[in-house]
């Protein structure tokens, strides 16, 4: 649909004068209301995503960390699409939101292992999630490649019909590479630079309740 009310649009600006208002009914007309709404949904779904884990930490910096794997995701996606001259349309954008949880199960899995580390055995942030990538990367993969295999024969494209879901699988496997190779590399580096900013969050608040209580 979004080939055909492109086309149709090319040409009704070729053909009918500037002068006439045109406008999509029925379906067509669904279809076009519903593409502004999607970039919305996909910045709720994230958000709410970022509450969620931010109650379950109690803290709203590692579940930064958690989502900084998302942008690797979204631009191996679209660079996918691009790639087999796939447009973007309803269902490469539910695959994009579909990555959404997808891609954040690697962060959890390797922040969770790391801020155990830390809590039980003391370990510094660079040790605790370098020990988190070493043991949580058989796992990572094997949810990876499930949830890779499963996709894979949306986006081949085979069956009736098989051309409409097409989109959504190329956005998935396309993410999912792409994230997968980034992931294991951007997590643990954001994951330490965090901690290092928390660390000095807390070091200058401990300085002004210091100052504050030697005034008093």
């Known amino acids: 649909m979004g080939a055909a009310t492109q086309t149709i649009e090319e040409l ?13 009914q029925g379906a067509s007309e669904v279809f076009q209301s519903s ?6 949904l996909l910045a709720v779904a994230i958000l709410v995503i970022y509450l969620i884990l931010g109650i379950l930490y109690e803290d709203f910096i590692h579940p930064l960390t958690i989502l900084s794997g998302l942008p690797s995701a ?16 309803v269902y490469s954008f539910i695959g994009i939101i579909l990555l959404v949880g997808i891609v954040k199960k690697n962060g959890i899995m390797m922040v969770d292992f790391a ?17 988190a990538c070493l043991i949580r990367f058989r796992p990572i993969m094997m949810t990876t490649m499930a ?23 190329i956005a998935v496997v396309g993410g999912l590479v792409f994230s997968q190779i980034l992931t294991l590399y951007l997590t643990p580096v954001f994951f330490t630079y965090m901690e290092a900013w928390r ?8 300085r002004r309740v210091s100052s ?5």
């Open 74 to 89: 979204g631009f191996g996606a679209l660079l996918t699409l691009l790639i087999f001259h796939v447009e973007l349309n």
């Open 115 to 131: 801020i155990e580390a830390q809590r039980n055995e003391g370990k510094s942030p660079f040790d605790a999630i370098y020990e």
């Open 199 to 206: 660390k000095k969050l807390t070091q200058v608040k401990f």
């Open 12 to 24: 009704v600006h070729k053909v009918i004068p500037a002068s006439i208002t045109t406008s999509f």
């Open 35 to 40: 593409l502004p709404s999607l970039g919305l």
């Open 212 to 216: 504050l209580t030697g005034v008093r």
């Open 147 to 169: 949830a890779l295999m499963g996709t894979l024969p949306i986006a081949l494209g085979y069956g009736a019909g098989s051309e409409s879901r097409r989109p959504l699988g």
